[in-house]
């Protein structure tokens, strides 16, 4: 019993870290959850951060990384995050959405024109002070982002050339309101569900397609069922780290400034990482897993959700963040 209670012990004075001469404590462990296997570049970029973090602070701030969904769904990791039960968490800004509406600008279909664009409009100051702190009150905030790829829709079976493919297809989307709407744009019937379940909705037949990056198809193994992947390119919708606001309110300036360091880098990092993966995923979907890829003329997919983007044009609550990004566009 002595030595059970005496590895308890050692094993919590291991999560709260060590003391120092005067008992304060030197090391703090700070958690991190998310939704993406250890082969996920996104894991890679998050241990990055980790790294970056722990050497800036001297090993005063370490990060616990628990990845794969182990602590559950986004839904149930932003709550975590706010609960301050994990400190951390990257999550889809679509999964945001339904904490802060502006985050549901990201599911407007064909909001950006390219991905170098996009990558320099999520840099600028003024769009992550717009987004960033908009869910405060919801006791969480945004640190940084990763890029998370261009969204393209994949089928198990059906050859899709124009939006009118998409009729009565059972497409999963991301459990967003606006990804729904752009769904029923195209003319599919939207099927909103968790990253996690998608897999298996697939292979029993509950869905006949998805949207993601390439990487779904490999990483997460969804080209084992869905052999057509077309390039629609009709959304970018970023990957967010959040933190609990008051742990970092907690922190002292400089180690604020740790992590806004840390999280920035492993953003840039990040990028040159992101390109290569998708590049090989590509290439394992198409020789290993038996995936096509089609270029498709996008015109009539971009025709349909043009309604769902007018809308955005003319919407209070995205206003401020729509005129940002719009203004970003015209600077390039
Ligand atoms: C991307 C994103 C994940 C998200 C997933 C989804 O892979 O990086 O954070 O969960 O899309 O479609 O739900």
């Known amino acids: 019993m002595r030595i059970f209670l005496l590895s308890i012990v050692s094993a919590l004075f291991l999560v709260a870290g060590c003391s120092n001469a005067d008992g304060a404590e030197s090391s703090k462990e700070l958690v991190l959850a998310h939704n993406q296997p250890q082969e996920h570049p996104i894991h890679e970029s998050l241990v990055d951060f980790g790294r970056l973090l722990e050497e800036k ?13 182990q602590l559950g769904s986004e839904r ?36 950006f024109d390219s991905q170098e664009q996009y990558r320099d409009i999520m840099k600028m100051p003024e769009i992550q002070t717009a987004f960033y702190n908009k869910t405060a009150d919801n006791g969480f905030i945004g ?10 829709m994949y089928t198990k079976e059906r050859i899709l050339e124009t939006n009118e493919d998409m009729k009565g297809l059972r497409t999963r989307v991301q459990p967003s309101q606006t990804s729904v709407q752009m769904i029923e744009a195209l003319g599919g019937t939207p ?18 397609a998805a949207e993601n990056n390439e990487s779904a198809l490999t990483d ?3 080209g084992e069922v869905a052999k ?12 967010i780290l959040i933190m609990n606001k008051e742990a970092f309110d907690e922190l002292t300036e400089e180690e604020q400034q740790w ?4 999280a920035d880098e492993s953003t840039a990092l990040h990028e040159p990482r992101w390109d290569e993966r998708m590049v090989e995923a590509r290439e394992t979907a ?14 009539t997919f971009m025709e349909a959700v043009q309604p769902l983007q007018e809308r955005f044009a003319d919407n209070e609550a995205t206003q401020e963040q729509y005129d940002l990004i719009m203004r970003g566009k015209q600077d390039e």
């Open 57 to 69: 602070s001297n090993g005063e701030l370490k990060l616990r990384i628990y990845s794969n969904g």
């Open 76 to 111: 149930e990791v932003i709550e975590m995050t706010q609960t301050n039960a994990v400190q951390f968490t990257k999550v889809s800004a679509s999964a945001l959405e339904s904490f802060s509406e502006a985050y549901s600008l990201f599911s407007m279909p064909y909001l």
């Open 143 to 152: 640190i940084t982002y990763y890029d998370a790829g261009v969204r393209n």
């Open 191 to 208: 099927t909103p569900m968790g990253f996690g379940e998608v897999y298996t909705a697939l292979q029993s037949g509950m869905l006949d």
């Open 220 to 222: 997460n193994a969804h």
């Open 228 to 239: 057509h992947y077309f390039y629609t390119e009709h959304a970018m919708v970023p990957d």
């Open 259 to 262: 992590v806004q360091e840390a």
């Open 286 to 299: 198409e020789s290993e897993m038996g995936v096509t890829f089609y270029d498709i003329d996008k015109s």
